[in-house]
């Protein structure tokens, strides 16, 4: 796809910006402020360029920064529409090193934010990842919390204090009929083969317990259509594809590969699911009755 001369220049500079000088910012005594700043500036601008992809691209969100053990919470300054620092602590619980991920801040009055690493800024597909946790802050602030309540698994989840659920499930992986049923899954959305999508799902539901098969089905929509979005903004931005989990062995990232698959085969079906995210859930969770 063309590549806007804006776009360009945002791209190109991309992997620099942690090193390049930027407006004046809220805490100039601070490197670390100054080159995140620059960086989340450059954020603002490539979302005006990719914002027609999908509506839920439309709002920013706040982005945390982990260094070392602090927390660095930037978030959109009303009256400039910029980015700024709004606090800065200790982080909450120990984070893996090149964090990528999305979840409420207690510490910032339980907003659902965007937390990683500085070093997401130097990586050619930084700005899509953080575009694509931006999805899952939407998705927690829309549909996910209603869609939750009717998922044995979350509700469990609830009752025994396992808020890491949608991690740490035991899924089966290494069953032999999950991989063989899913592998002819991915083979048959590849070819568009209606049938033996629906004959795989249908497989698949009546042999996993039914909280296995709602936390695969949850997987497959919340992380594929981050996924599916942000692999869009990859194309606009003419950098590869997500692709992570497209090989054996199959485990929770594999359903982010096939989550996208097949959302895009259900929104070539019927464009409307796009938008219409829960109606897509719904669709997914019981493909097989189709």
């Known amino acids: 796809m063309k590549i806007t001369r804006a776009l360009l220049v945002l791209f190109v500079v991309a992997g620099s910006c942690l090193t390049s000088s930027s407006q004046p910012v809220t805490f100039p005594e601070s490197p670390l402020v100054r080159r995140i700043d620059s960086c989340l500036a450059q954020l603002v601008q490539m979302r005006e360029e990719i914002k027609d992809i999908h509506p839920y691209l439309s709002s920013l969100h706040p982005v945390a920064v982990v260094e070392r053990d602090d927390l660095y919470i930037f978030d959109i300054d009303s009256g400039s529409g910029t980015y700024r620092l709004q606090q800065k602590g200790p982080s909450p619980f120990p984070m893996p090193k090149g964090i990528r991920a999305s979840f409420p801040l207690a510490a910032y009055g339980g907003k659902p934010s965007c937390v990683v690493s500085p070093d997401v800024f130097d990586e050619p597909g930084g700005y899509a990842t953080i575009f694509h946790e931006f999805i899952h802050c939407v998705q927690s602030l829309t549909v996910e919390p209603a869609l939750k309540q ?63 098969y709602e936390y695969m089905v949850w997987e497959e929509w919340k992380e594929g259509f981050a ?50 995210v829960e109606k897509l859930f719904g669709k997914m969770l019981g493909v097989h009755e189709e």
Not at 237 to 244: C, D, M, Q, Y
């Open 227 to 276: 996924r599916f979005i942000e692999n869009k903004i990859r194309a606009r931005l003419g950098i590869p594809a997500n692709r992570g989990g497209a090989e054996p062995p199959y485990n929770r990232v594999t359903f982010y590969y096939g989550g996208e698959l097949f959302i895009g085969y259900l929104v070539w079906k019927d464009e409307d699911l796009l938008t219409d």
């Open 150 to 212: 009717n998922l044995d698994i979350a509700q469990q989840a609830v009752r025994s204090n396992n808020y890491s659920w949608e991690i740490n499930h035991a899924f089966p992986y290494q069953d032999s009929v999950f991989i063989k049923q899913y592998s002819s899954f991915l083979e048959a959305l590849g070819k568009g083969d209606q049938k033996t999508i629906g004959e795989s799902m249908s497989t698949l539901r009546r042999h996993l317990v039914r909280p296995d």
